[in-house]
């Protein structure tokens, strides 16, 4: 009797955990259908504004780089808003990776971009006195929005895209120029683009805005 009730038992844990399983197959397959295979996207707490909002930027770079004539390379990755988490995803990826970084000034009037390799450590300071533009501040979410077209975390030289009245400056890490790809987000953090060298060069001249290339390896 023992042993029947035993196996009545298992019987019915297996049961439960069947049930169980195909209750979050079965949702995890309408997530994944509604975010278009597209695994970046299946995050339950992104909101459907989000997602929209995240494909839109993702399509406007995209657009500008087949219409440009510029090939690219892309990965796809869970959002990734820091470097530390980045580099968990861009093993396989032959580019040198870029640290993109907003600052504005003491005013608040004037706005930078600063590129450089994602392994390069520059404190704040040591930037201040190598761009020369007076006291620096990280930029506020609302003005990456306003100049760049993008959110925390997924700053990139694809910005400058959106950056029509030519208003924000450019320094580049000279150490890139000799770079052979390189690689930035397409404006949202749940992918990686890598392009040529020459095409990044070619998008900052499109762009047209004012740029400088600043050697940053004396502040490593």
Sequence with gaps: MIESIKKNLILSLILFFMTILKINAQSFSIDFENYNNNPILAQEEMSQDEINLRKERRAKVLNYLQESGIQYNMKE???????????????????????????????????????????????IHDLEHKLKQGKLSFASEQRMEKWLGVSPGSVSLFG??????????LFLDQDLVEASK??????????????SKDDAMKIIAQWGGEYELLNLNAIE
């Design 160 to 169: 400058l895209i959106n950056d029509t009245e030519k208003h924000v400056k």
């Design 77 to 123: 990755h869970p959002p990734i808003p820091t470097i530390e988490m980045a580099l968990e995803y861009w093993g396989d990826m032959d580019a040198t990776h870029c640290k993109n970084l907003f600052f504005r000034n003491h005013k608040g009037n004037k706005h930078y971009l600063v590129i450089f390799e994602c392994h390069k450590q520059l404190a």
């Design 182 to 195: 390189l690689s930035f987000h397409p404006n949202e953090n749940s992918a990686s683009i890598v392009i």
